[in-house]
């Protein structure tokens, strides 16, 4: 009886040293190097000094989106022309007036223009860090976060793939809702792969999402500096709900 117990009692602790433990957390370097290799490497990402974009968002008809290096982006759509020439950002409206860009609209802007620009996520956010691994849809991620004094912005990249897929913010451009992206249907553009689909999302009652669908994209077209150049039309007034 004693062996057999000594033979059980084995037998438990081999079992317990054979379960797997946790997963151990990924660096914000092998993510985001993972990422920039499946964009198509970095010296793909450097060839390009600038895009013209046309889509579609639902419901709203037809968009362009302009963008030069390193961010400096010009929307326009039914005759109105919004922009960001690196330092301010604005929007002219059909009847020329001048208003400041929300800050969250800001965001939109630069990131419809240029999804890409997480690729340079630790310029972009010098406090991200690594996070524990999740799962969406019943996929892997690999997950980085950035904290802020209310929540937090996640960015989760799909562990097969290794593109970005979600980005998850609270805290930062409101104090109550989360704001949700998402890039699917990525293709490949002058050996870069490019989400041709980005879906905004948010909690906040009675907000619908925006669905953007890209049907075309053209890269270094030579735009010239003075394009993305904020229009001089007297006092600017402040944009967004009062």
């Known amino acids: 009886m004693q062996i057999l117990s000594r033979i059980a009692a084995l037998a438990v602790c081999s079992s317990a040293l054979a ?19 499946a964009l198509g490497g970095e010296p793909a990402l450097n060839r390009i000094n600038d895009r013209q974009i ?14 030069a290096k390193p961010n400096k982006v010009v929307r326009i759509a039914h005759g109105e022309k919004v922009g960001f020439d690196g330092s301010a950002s604005w929007m002219l409206s059909r009847k020329k007036k001048l208003t400041k860009l929300p800050k969250a609209e800001q965001w939109e802007l630069e990131t419809n223009a240029n999804p890409l620009r997480f690729a340079h996520l630790r310029d972009l956010y010098p406090d991200v860090e690594p996070a524990a691994a999740e799962r969406l849809d019943d996929r892997p991620m690999s997950v980085l976060v950035v904290p802020n004094n209310i929540g937090s912005t996640k960015f989760y990249f799909d562990a097969s793939s290794h593109l970005l897929v979600r980005i998850v913010e609270f805290g930062v451009t409101s104090a109550y809702y989360k704001q949700v992206t998402e890039f699917s249907e990525y293709r490949n553009v002058d050996g870069i792969q490019f989400p041709f689909r980005i879906v905004r999302a948010t909690t906040e009652p009675g907000m619908k999402d925006k669905e953007l669908r890209i049907a075309s994209i053209e890269q270094n077209i030579g735009l010239k500096p003075e394009f993305f150049t904020k229009p001089q039309l007297g006092a600017v007034t402040l944009g967004g709900k009062r």
């Open 19 to 37: 379960l797997p433990g946790p997963a151990p957390v990924e660096t914000v370097d092998s993510v985001l190097h993972a990422y920039i290799q």
């Open 54 to 67: 046309e889509a579609k968002v639902h419901h709203a008809g037809k968009v362009t989106y302009f963008w």
